[in-house]
């Protein structure tokens, strides 16, 4: 089994999009018995809190239903998951220190990405956009990247892993 994790900061806009749009297309690919995922946030501030309602209604009109429940990153994480995914570089050097105070070790390079690193159309700008404080435009647009994303980094996953349905 391979575990992922997307990693945001409160663990209400990006992380759960990215993890519910990530299993849908593990389970179209059939895939969902040999890959699994989930998010966290690197900050306390909504844990047990549902996702964004304004990131739940991009998702339900795109045919997704977001159920997660907001938690922050623990020093478990370390060792359940082969993959996290931040989704901009704040979150991934967070990652990276919460990492060696929890484990005394960083997270090894090769399992954590910045998860615009799979996005083709990314142009140089590796942040998945935090759409918090904007607009319901900018969290379709997380939508749309967070697909691309998705897209790609299942692609990465079966090819490294040679993973078959």
Same mark, same amino acid.
């Given at each position: ?7 945001? %900061? ?16 593990? @389970? ?6 040999? /890959?699994?995922? =989930? ?8 844990? @047990? ?26 020093? !478990?994480?370390?060792?359940?998951? !082969?993959?996290?995914?931040?989704? =901009? ?7 990276? &220190? /919460? ?12 399992? %954590? ?9 990314? &142009? @140089? ?9 904007? =607009? /319901? ?6 939508? =749309?990247?967070?697909?691309?994303? @998705?897209?790609?980094? %299942? ?11």
């Amino acid at each position: 089994m391979i575990n992922i994790l997307f990693v945001c %900061l409160g663990n209400i806009c990006r992380s759960p999009v990215a993890e519910g749009v990530f299993r849908d297309l593990v @389970g179209k690919r059939g895939l969902q018995e040999k /890959i699994k995922c =989930d998010s966290a946030g690197t900050s306390s501030y909504h844990i @047990g809190d549902q996702p964004d309602r304004r990131m739940c209604q991009i998702a339900r009109q795109r045919g997704l239903q977001l159920t997660h429940c907001a938690r922050k990153l623990s020093g !478990d994480d370390f060792y359940q998951f !082969d993959y996290i995914l931040a989704m =901009d570089e704040a979150n991934f050097e967070d990652i990276r &220190n /919460i990492s060696y105070r929890s484990s005394g070790f960083y997270f090894p390079e090769g399992q %954590l990405y910045l998860y615009r690193e799979f996005d083709h159309l990314a &142009n @140089g700008d590796l942040t998945v956009p935090d759409p918090y404080y904007e =607009d /319901i435009a900018a969290f379709d647009e997380v939508y =749309d990247i967070v697909e691309r994303c @998705g897209h790609n980094f %299942l692609d990465f996953l079966v090819e490294k892993h040679q993973l078959h349905t």
